[in-house]
């Protein structure tokens, strides 16, 4: 086996290696952090309050395939129906 001349080239691609695994390490870091800081915290629903609605009217939008009348009828909703549940209505509701 030849020994090397100098030694320069040997210590350089362990130079080279130890900045990639730095640089590595690094970002590995910095992503599981991001990871970790986009979780959201869920709002607390309480269903021990319990709301009650009549439906006024049901319709179907957005639809191309289907016909609208089956679609209401596989939901099983009905005009003057009762419903109820622990969320607020927002949307067309007086």
Known sequence: MERPV???WKNED???RQKLKRIFLAVFLILTNLALFSQEEGKII????SYDYKIGGVSVS???FLDPNALIGI???RMGQ?????????YHCK
């Open 14 to 16: 362990k130079m080279v």
């Open 62 to 64: 957005g639809v191309r």
């Open 82 to 90: 009762e419903i109820s549940g622990s969320w607020r209505c927002n």
């Open 6 to 8: 100098n030694s320069y």
């Open 46 to 49: 309480d269903y021990s309050n």
């Open 75 to 77: 939901s099983g909703l």
